[in-house]
């Protein structure tokens, strides 16, 4: 133990320390347990997401990182600060982008985000940075627009820049795509993994599993205040996703089956199989059946459904 | 995975903590926004203000006058000058939370390391900076039509700077706990502008029964007013420094009063 102590410490700052370290975290609000015991570490340079449904406290626990709400109990540190005793730090390390489209009126985009780099100590050295968020969002030509005169996509946009004006190296992402069009989100996760390959932390939430999965190395599923999965992307779709059937039929779905079916319309169904080896039974259920299989695709489950069978089947069950 | 990378200018640790310069950019932002707005934030009082002299010096110069050898127009100048200063110091700070706090955008600023001291200092040299700018915008005007003397020039600045500063914490006060426009509105309303107008802007509180003139020693506004016109014509209805003495110690319980909410996060941080 000895030895690992010194040899971590040898090894350096950026390792030893997580970007994001939060330990047994509650949030209460009245009656209501927002965040019931969290624990959760994030490591720098990661690209993690943060799922689950409406009011499960993604949310919540972002603010407590960002500091706008305060912990009922438990810590919550930002590359090793803490967001509470050591907040100057803590919110020096991170860039939050808010899910609400809020904005201020009296500006226009390039001098909010000077005005925001600012509020984090950064003066004219930064201005080329800013620059660059703005020419890389596709902001350019609204540079000098005021808030109020922005689209929902450009402001949403603005919103983003803001959140990196400072450079910090953790960014929050809440909700980023929300209501956003293709060519916005192309842009957008294009700067954003650019960013991660440069050694940026990225923590995302979002409604979008697809972008969750093509993008995040790691997730964490939230239900109900509580942390219900937490493993690598590729770890969840393999234990716990499965694979998916899909076959057309002339006729109904013999009854047997029927405890499989994810979803079926038009002759169509798709089975969920948590084993390869239920292909086999499948079919010969048909065959019992004397079915015909006019088609029959069988394809890797996706990220939604490790979420539908984690969060989304029984979301009313507290 | 990118660990132990080193992000080109990113922040890195502790290295602008303690750095004023996020308070002054805010400052600069709180300026900037009421400037945009200036027809409405500065041209505005001072009309305002100037027509108010116009109407009660043609009625009153005639039949009234407070002070021996000078003219009710010339009571009534730094009177209306300390009047519109206190409101619109008020109005900077107050107009400025609420609307950011409404519209959501006060996430920006409560994102930022900025600490709750340079929070307090920077909107709070805003409104002080807006309150002086109105206050000296009626003065320049008023001198063209009435001739005002400045026999201590010394207690004009401290009144002006310690009164704007008192109505820019109070508008912070303000401004924190209103959660809607027309909360705001109530407490200007039912505050503020009877505070003002009870306060001796129109008259010397010798002129009012004996009950009133108690009455208007328990407001701050009439020790503000007072010492800010002996400045002027040095002759008052107290004495300057028992109204130094009162506006400092207002000050002081109001400013502590902001900290403390902004400390602990008052219906700023949940």
Redesign the interface.
Known sequence: MGFRFYNTKL??H??TIPAIHIEQVHKR?GSLEALNGINLTI????FFGLLGPNGAGKSTLI?IM?????PTQGKVSV?G?DVVHD???A????G?V?Q?L??????NVR??LR??A??????KE?DA?VDEVIESLGLTDKAHTNMRKLSGGMKRRALIA?ALA????VIVLDEPTAGVDVELRQIMWGFIKKL?????TIILTTHYLEEAETLC?RVAMMKQGEIVALDTTANLLNKLAGKNLRLKLNAALPTSLLPLLKNGENGIYTLALSELNQVEFVMSELRKAKLNVEDMQLFEADLEDVFMSLVGGNMDSK | MNLNKQIDGAFTGRMDIGSWRGAYTLFKKEILRFWRVAFQTIASPVLTALLYLLIFSHVLESHVQVYKGVPYTAFLIPGLIMMSLLQNAFANSSSSLVQSKVMGSIIFILLTPLTYLQFFCAFLAAAIVRGLMVGLAIYLMAIWFVDLPIVYPLWIVVFALLGSALLGTFGIIAGIWADKFDQMAAFQNFVIMPLTFLSGVFYSIHSLPPVWQTISKFNPFFYMIDGFRYGFFGKGDISPWISLSVVAAFLYGLAWLALKMLKSGYKLRG
């Open positions: 090894v350096g950026a390792v609000f490591n720098q340079g990661e603010n960002a500091g706008l709400l305060k590359m600060h907040y100057q730090a919110r020096l390390n991170l939050v808010p609400e809020v904005f201020d009126p009296f500006f001098e909010m005005f925001q600012g509020y984090f100590g950064r003066g930064n940075w803001q400072h450079k910090p190296p991660n390959a440069e050694g940026h190395e």
